[in-house]
T-cell receptor
Framework: AQSVSQHNHHVILSEAASLELGCNYS??????LFWYVQYPGQHLQLLLK??????LVKGIKGFEAEFIKSKFSFNLRKPSVQWSDTAEYFCAVGGTGGYNKLIFGAGTRLAVHP | DGGITQSPKYLFRKEGQNVTLSCEQN?????MYWYRQDPGQGLRLIYY???????QKGDIAEGYSVSREKKESFPLTVTSAQKNPTAFYLC??????????FGPGTRLLVL
């Protein structure tokens, strides 16, 4: 079955701490991978995406993610978080051929304390 | 401004009542989607439409219906058959399998 697993449901960090949010997926075939972020009171918006090429992708606000095909993982990282990074983060995976729906993980709530 | 609008922001449903959530986009996207967001469960796909006058069921279509008469519009009706409708509903659109862009959402509450 197709699925996305986000290992951490809640993460609490102090400002300047490093962040890594785990994402593993189960999906037959080649995939497109996404991280979305939902800031309090705002739209769900794209943080970064991987379609092909360099498995290390950089997104907005200093975030990056690495696609490791052998581990079926697409972990999100940021070397130094800020209070403004407080949000809910969603990993999503979709297929590459024809139309394939996106499968979302359950989300990780990040709280950054000043 | 290009984007996706959803209305209303909050919607209250009485027992046995059908309610319709609006979703409009001016991004000229062919594909549109409806998701339901519940705490701790992420987003689950209700219905999607790749082109006008065509739509398919997602993972949790029971108790919901949609129409796609215009490219810009993809309304969702929550019928009385949906026994647990309280949730946050998100509409999205995309060009094919490219990035999905999301609206601000509608929170549905049952009276």
């Amino acid at each position: 079955a197709q699925s996305v697993s986000q290992h951490n449901h809640h993460v609490i960090l102090s400002e300047a701490a490093s962040l890594e949010l785990g994402c593993n997926y189960s999906y037959g075939g080649t995939v497109n991978l996404f991280w979305y972020v939902q800031y309090p009171g705002q739209h769900l918006q794209l943080l970064l995406k991987y379609f092909s090429g360099d498995p290390l992708v950089k997104g907005i606000k200093g975030f990056e993610a690495e696609f490791i095909k052998s581990k079926f993982s697409f972990n999100l990282r940021k070397p130094s978080v800020q209070w403004s990074d407080t949000a809910e983060y969603f990993c999503a995976v979709g297929g590459t051929g024809g139309y394939n729906k996106l499968i979302f993980g359950a989300g990780t709530r990040l709280a950054v304390h000043p | 401004d290009g984007g996706i609008t959803q209305s209303p922001k909050y919607l209250f449903r009485k027992e046995g009542q059908n309610v319709t959530l609006s979703c409009e986009q001016n991004l000229n996207h062919d594909a549109m989607y409806w998701y339901r967001q519940d705490p701790g469960q992420g987003l689950r796909l209700i219905y999607y439409s790749q082109i006008v006058n065509d739509f398919q069921k997602g993972d949790i279509a029971e108790g919901y219906s949609v129409s796609r008469e215009k490219k810009e519009s993809f309304p969702l009706t929550v019928t009385s058959a949906q026994k647990n409708p309280t949730a946050f509903y998100l509409c999205a659109s995309s060009i094919g399998q490219e990035t999905q862009y999301f609206g601000p959402g509608t929170r549905l509450l049952v009276l």
